[in-house]
């Protein structure tokens, strides 16, 4: 199996809990993560763009599912440099 990457807490500009995951496919880029419910988060990229993309967080530990987090986004998002983050 794929290596699926880490993610950490953050902050989102309005103080609620997010988390940072760092691209393994794209060294030096991260998705940024916002929690939807639960233990479920949604990539920010997407949902600028209307699409739902969850993965799922216990315990500041990703949740390996199907699909590698970086699978099934949408076509326009794209990660963003880890650099000035």
Do not use: W
């Amino acid at each position: 199996m794929e290596p699926v990457g880490t993610v950490t807490l953050g902050q989102s500009k309005y103080f609620c809990e997010m988390y940072i995951y760092s691209s393994v496919r794209n060294p030096g880029y991260v998705y940024e993560f916002c929690r939807v419910r639960g233990k479920k988060y949604r990539c920010c990229g997407c949902k600028k763009m209307n699409k739902m993309r969850c993965i799922t967080i216990e315990d500041n530990l990703l949740v390996a599912g199907s699909k590698h987090p970086e699978d099934d986004h949408h076509p326009d998002c794209r990660p963003i440099p880890e650099t000035g983050m």
